[in-house]
């Protein structure tokens, strides 16, 4: 019975993930593997497709985080066509990516973390969801809600949708933007502002109350990837590769992501659809490194706006060097968001964002191209090779849940090993071993699930790898 | 030419001889659904979405190849007209890829438009997904044979309208496919003049403009109505 429950329910929809941990002849857990084991298959369809329906193709790979996937793929494109893009569409395209990370942000700390964080890991599960927090906090949900609804109003203003826009193209943007969604845009800046600082303010108030979970969801020296700008800041559009280690030096820097293939390499296993990226000068499984908020902010020197630099230099106090505490991706989070409200109310004083010419027109001028950009999750590589007609040969994409894969596999293991009691699984443990998960917003998490009752599958192996006990939650 | 008076759902209209029901209809405010016509080339019944019932015949005719005739009761629209014509449309749909969201003509598309008038949510028939490519190696158009009906608009255009030809129908079926020429690439066509005509009366994305993105394509539906208005009545209106 549980076998064909298995099978049949968790391993053909989307955003499912299965967690198998390995228990040794002591009764101890050994090890623990985090499945992702839906397969989408884009590199593969979009072959024979020509180049420039691609921001809309690519866009199609998810609900949440879609003008990530449009903006590199149109970086990919600027490339095949050899254009400089216009100062308005970069600008443009510089907007739609900081509303798209600070709703992306929003969901998952106000909808899906905060629940755990303000209502704690052990409180019914029925209730630690975001309904759960507007019947206990109200005006905190409601203000999480709204910040996320601000984001997305941006990608419908600029974008002409909020979700899966394809407005930026090779070249540029579609369409200039006018004054009106600037104005509106400009007159929500204020109370987005006050909805983080509170967020962020409240987070760092309950922090302490979770020492335990600190030192085990996901503590361990790794490697951090993330872009900044030439000068050493924060830089989510266009930027060089630094990478830095475990305490806080910078192992390598200013690396082209257009050359990303010459550094990071993609490993696979049998167990799980996702890959798993590693720096390849470390080699697999030795090159682990973590990608987004938290990587960001390790390996960036400053935010580059104020009230975010001002939290940044707080956040680097909390560790000797890099901050290596995977639940500290929502303080970072949260600092982010802060950022991107900042420079989205720099964007609207900027004469340029409302410029007329918004798109390069050319025709293809090269074969191959790269577009690289921070998505919420981390760092994103589109690779396009196109034949002489401009249609898709082969297709490479580095998606940051992946860069991260290796590393929550690492999490997941530390907090089964934590919390787990192979004898008894508990709902309270299965919960941390998800928080863990939680901790990298992974794009299964936050697509297309129940709140805060992401379906999760545990399976406790001995050392024979036969089944012993088996936990399943969700749909 | 005399005037012919027929009764079309119920309204009476007129028309003249020798003007096809489809005319009349439309020129009387009737929409009767079509994806093979276009104002201005001839009509070749190809598509069927245009079949009505006329009292005292037992079969369906399609209205753009039906001549009215006085005392004519047509109805354009009923139960067994919407099943048939849905089905008409499932089977395109089937056939081939069409993707809406990820189409250059999305919102902009004729076929999209019929779907969307005939309440299609779901096609009940299985999608055949055949493997076909797209030829960008026109320097400004590319073909999408995914999303060709085989309407043959182009085919017509090109031929009558243009006089260049170098559209065709290749194969039979299921198998049909627009070529250029003798099947040759696009791009590498000796007879045509780039004129863009095709690409203009394409009722889906399979005729586009090279570098267009998703839901960026816009054809001008009114061209050919200009060329053919001025070029038989020396009228230059559109």
Redesign the interface.
């Known amino acids: 019975m549980a076998e064909r429950i298995l099978i049949n329910t968790v391993t053909r929809v989307e955003g499912h993930a299965k967690v198998s941990i390995y228990v040794d002849d002591a009764g101890e857990v050994s090890s623990a593997q985090f499945h992702v084991v839906e397969f989408r298959g884009f590199e593969k369809f979009v072959e024979?497709?020509?180049f420039?329906?691609m921001?809309?193709?690519m866009s199609?790979i998810c609900g949440i985080c879609p003008v990530s996937h449009v903006l590199a793929s149109s970086k990919a494109g600027d490339r095949l066509l050899g254009v400089e893009v216009p100062p308005a569409a970069v600008k443009q395209r510089r907007l739609v990516n900081l509303a798209q990370i600070l709703q992306s942000h929003a969901l998952s700390f106000f909808h899906l973390s905060s629940p755990d964080l303000l209502l704690g890991f052990d409180s019914d599960p029925a209730r630690r969801n975001i309904f759960g927090l507007i019947d206990c906090e109200a005006d905190f949900a409601r203000r999480g809600i709204r910040v996320r609804k601000f984001g997305q109003r941006i990608i419908e203003l600029v974008g002409g949708r909020k979700i899966?826009p394809?407005w930026s193209?090779?070249g540029g943007v579609?369409t200039r933007m006018g004054a009106e969604a600037r104005d509106e845009i400009a007159a929500g800046v204020p109370e987005a502002l006050e909805s983080v600082k509170l967020a962020l303010d409240r987070l760092k108030s309950v922090l302490d109350s979770f020492p335990v979970e600190i030192e085990h969801l996901g503590n361990f020296p790794s490697l951090f990837l993330g872009m900044v700008s030439p000068r050493g800041e924060v830089e989510f559009y266009d930027g060089v590769i630094r990478i830095g280690d475990a305490e806080g030096n910078i192992v390598a820097d200013g690396l082209d992501p257009l050359r990303y293939y010459t550094y990071l390499g993609e490993a696979s296993e049998e167990w799980s659809y996702m890959k798993f990226p590693f720096y390849k000068p470390l080699g697999y499984p030795g090159g682990m490194y973590r990608v987004g908020p938290l990587a960001r902010l390790n390996v960036a020197a400053s935010t580059g706006t104020p009230l975010a630099d001002r939290e940044l230099r707080e956040f680097k106090q909390r560790s000797r060097g890099a901050v290596c505490q995977s639940f500290h991706y929502h303080l970072a989070r949260l600092i982010e968001m802060l950022h991107c409200v900042e420079r989205i109310e720099e964007l609207m004083v900027d004469r340029e964002l409302m410029g007329k010419r918004v798109r390069a027109?050319a025709?293809q001028n090269q074969n191959e191209g790269v577009g690289a950009c921070e998505a919420p999750r981390g760092t994103l590589f589109h690779h396009y090779v196109v034949d002489d007609?401009?249609?898709m040969q082969k297709v490479n994409l580095l998606i940051a849940t992946g860069q991260n894969n290796l590393a929550i596999n690492r999490a997941v293991t530390q907090a089964a090993q934590r919390f787990v009691r192979p004898e008894a699984i508990q709902e309270g443990m299965l919960n941390r071993v998800e928080a863990a998960i939680r901790c990298f917003d992974p794009c299964l998490s936050c697509s297309t699930h129940a709140l805060g009752q992401m379906p999760l599958e545990i399976d406790v192996r001995n050392s024979r790898g036969e089944v012993v006990n088996r936990y399943r939650r969700g749909r | 030419m005399s005037v012919v008076t027929l009764e079309i759902d119920g309204k009476v209209c007129t028309g003249v001889s020798g003007e096809t029901v489809f005319d009349v209809a439309w020129n009387n405010g009737v929409k009767i659904p079509r994806l093979c016509h276009i104002g201005g080339l001839p009509n070749i019944g190809a598509c069927r979405l245009c079949l009505v019932e006329v009292e005292g015949q037992k079969k369906l005719l399609p209205a753009c190849i039906t001549p009215v005739q006085e005392g004519m009761v047509v109805r354009t629209w009923s139960e067994k007209l919407i099943a048939h014509r849905r089905l008409i449309v499932e089977l395109l749909f089937a056939e081939r890829n069409h993707v809406c969201s990820v189409c250059v003509v999305n919102r902009n598309c004729e076929l999209q438009d019929l779907a969307v008038e005939l309440g299609l949510d779901h096609i009940r028939l299985r999608y055949q997904f055949p493997k076909l490519v797209a030829d960008t190696s026109h320097e400004r158009f590319g073909l999408d044979h995914n999303r060709c009906v085989l309407c043959t608009r182009c085919v017509r255009v090109c031929d009558e309208v243009e006089g260049a030809h170098t559209w065709d129908v290749s194969r039979r079926g299921a198998l049909s496919q627009i070529i250029a020429d003798l099947g040759e690439p696009w791009g590498e066509s000796d007879t045509c003049t780039s004129c863009g005509k095709c690409v203009q009366v394409c009722p889906t994305g399979a005729l586009f403009e090279k570098g267009k993105a998703v839901s960026e394509m816009r054809k001008d539906r009114g061209f050919l109505k200009y060329i053919v208005t001025a070029r038989e009545k020396g009228q230059w209106i559109r």
Do not use: F, K, M
């Open positions: 024979g497709r020509p420039h329906e921001p809309g193709l199609r899966h394809s193209t090779p579609q027109r025709g007609d401009g249609v």
